[in-house]
């Protein structure tokens, strides 16, 4: 993994892979085959990785849970993306609202919102920001009030009543905490008018329309939410009133979250062309023994190493740099979906016809790769985002 990893990261990684291999990789493919996307979401394998502190690891060591830093989190990720993106990536999603939590509520709100996390197997969380008609608007266009989030609350007494629809929210129906964004000073732009209110997913009101089907990453959903008349105490903020966007920033400045799944499948990509070169006979030897297979092989590598080394140096520069700029989680997002595209680009004219067949494990593997581009924004509105950084010090 080309980094001086300590034992107890090593061990930590090591006892991902072996639940992985042991628990997940035998029934993954089946999983993932299943017709009804409802039916994909693995809650019985992630009860048992709950059950070894694989859900609690962002949770600080005094609430019970890993206190893991990103750096370690990312690595574990890593590891277990190699063999199903999808399990790990749900896992991913309860370290982002559990560091959520940890960090930006209040020491009596921790006392029902993180106990309840960490307490039950189970529980998971959503954060529900993109809307049907406003996704990228909301990060690249959030200083006009006629634009962005849609969902809106009005103050009733000590209660705000919250109205609206949300999409492609990862893990909506079946995560029991949700950090919803929803415009509560209608009069502001998103960025200055939008509060992140905490809700029960089980809150009257709430309404899970559908699951989406996807290309790939099928073990981690997405669906659509709505909110009809719900009702949630003031008390029930994360941060400030119509400051969402600065604890959004606070919270999430830095990561290498989707990196890492690229990068992680794109390695067991890697690995199986190559396993697969070695026993594949065309011309009277092993395909590998041609030099044009041998240079796809050594390009497919040179780019999954080059993107692990920016990963590993983002996730550091999260955890221990001061100074370190937003920009490089952008540039890294961005730079791991253009390795996954070449990756797979050359894996399938290695692979040849069985490389998009579905008795090959290549066949998900690529559609993983792609289905994703889209995450955490695409890669054009990164760009954007990551061109607002150019005058501050990398």
Partial sequence: MQYPFDDEQK????????????????????IDNRPDPEDCFPKELLN????LGL???????????????????????WTAAQIEVGFIKCLSQAWKISHALSNGLREDQKQFWLNRFV??????????????DHGTENRLHNNDPKLGIRTRAVLDGDYYVINGAKVFNSLS???????????????????????CFLLRGDEEGIEYTR??????????????????????????????????????????????ELSACNNGIARGLFDYCHAWAKSRVQGGKPIIEHP????????????????????????????NDPTFNPRFTRYQKIHSDQMATRTAQLALDILGGIGV???????????????????????SANHLQAATTFDQPA
């Fill in 119 to 132: 307490e039950d197997d189970d529980c998971y969380g959503s954060i529900m920001m993109t809307e049907p």
């Fill in 48 to 51: 048992k990785a709950s059950k």
């Fill in 173 to 195: 129906k079946f995560a029991r905490i949700l950090l919803v964004f929803v415009r509560t000073d209608h009069d502001a732009p998103p960025n200055k008018g939008t509060t």
């Fill in 292 to 319: 044009t297979v041998q240079t796809m092989l050594s390009e497919m590598l040179m780019g999954i190493e080059v993107s692990e080394q920016f990963m590993w140096r983002t996730a550091w520069g999260v955890d």
């Fill in 11 to 30: 061990a930590l990684a090591d006892l991902t892979r072996d639940f992985m291999q042991r628990e997940v990789a035998p029934v993954a493919i089946e």
């Fill in 357 to 379: 067949m579905k008795e090959s494990p290549s066949e998900k593997m690529i559609r993983d790769l792609m289905a994703f581009q889209h995450g955490d924004g695409t890669d």
């Fill in 55 to 77: 859900r609690t690891l962002a949770v600080p060591e005094d609430w019970g849970g890993g206190g893991t830093d990103h750096l370690t989190r990312t690595l574990v990720l």
């Fill in 211 to 256: 699951i989406h089907d996807k290309l790939g990453w099928r073990l981690y959903p997405n669906g659509e939410t709505s909110f009809t008349d719900v009702r949630v105490h003031k008390d029930n903020i994360l941060g400030e009133v119509n400051g969402a966007y600065q604890i959004r920033s606070a919270l999430f400045r830095g990561s290498a």
